[in-house]
T-cell receptor, first 114, second 113 residues
Framework: NAGVMQNPRHLVRRRGQEARLRCSPM?????VYWYRQLPEEGLKFMVY????????ESGMPKERFSAEFPKEGPSILRIQQVVRGDSAAYFC????????????FGSGTRLTVV | GENVEQHPSTLSVQEGDSAVIKCTYS??????FPWYKQELGKGPQLIID?????GEKKDQRIAVTLNKTAKHFSLHITETQPEDSAVYFC????????????FGKGTHLIIQP
């Protein structure tokens, strides 16, 4: 069991470019969550997805950010026209369906906007 | 929405001593409280969790207590070891599987040899 796989581990983008972060959940997990962590801060919830559905996006900025979890392939967090303030670690977590337990996090993608 | 406060932000203890980290939450509807350990450069790892129908849970050197009336919960680590050094986060969730977790800001635990 490979765990939650995130790639890339590190991503550098210039201001105005697009960033695409990928997350492959654990085998058998159909729920995916994205969190953002700023330096010296806790994790902030962004979005909760199931296959082909966005369940809760209450933590997503209204502009430039989007997420998807297609029927096939990884979940994608997309940030358009990145700004310096988007620099952070982005973590993905997954859980199996129907569980009341905590979920498993990936190792994160560290985005740096220059 | 939910608000989780965590204290202290930094905790330094001698190896072998106990460490206690405390969290409070604001939403009485929260019913699930996990604790995560994060080492440098890695993702958070679940170490223990507790549900609102239980007052205490223990797993070897780690224990968590929950006071629903006061809306606070604590992590206890006994006989601390150097490998316990990390950042610890508490979190709260309202509904199983439906809402995301609300995290505290973390406690940097330092184990002094």
């Amino acid at each position: 069991n490979a765990g939650v796989m995130q790639n890339p581990r590190h991503l550098v983008r210039r201001r105005g470019q697009e960033a695409r972060l990928r997350c492959s959940p654990m085998k058998g997990h159909s729920h995916v969550y994205w969190y953002r962590q700023l330096p010296e801060e806790g994790l902030k919830f962004m979005v909760y997805l199931q296959k082909e559905n966005i369940i809760d996006e209450s933590g997503m900025p209204k502009e430039r950010f989007s997420a998807e979890f297609p029927k096939e392939g990884p979940s994608i967090l997309r940030i358009q026209q990145v700004v310096r303030g988007d620099s952070a670690a982005y973590f993905c977590a997954s859980s199996p369906p129907g569980t009341a337990s905590g979920y498993t996090f990936g190792s994160g993608t560290r985005l740096t906007v220059v | 929405g939910e608000n989780v406060e965590q204290h202290p932000s930094t905790l330094s203890v001698q190896e072998g001593d106990s460490a206690v980290i405390k969290c409070t939450y604001s939403d009485s509807a929260s019913n699930y409280f996990p604790w995560y350990k994060q080492e440098l450069g890695k993702g958070p790892q679940l170490i223990i969790d507790i549900r609102s129908n239980v007052g205490e849970k223990k797993d070897q050197r780690i224990a968590v207590t929950l006071n629903k009336t006061a809306k606070h919960f604590s992590l206890h680590i006994t006989e601390t070891q150097p490998e316990d050094s990390a950042v610890y986060f508490c979190a709260a969730r309202k509904k199983s599987g439906a809402d995301g977790l609300t995290f505290g800001k973390g406690t940097h635990l330092i184990i002094q040899p």
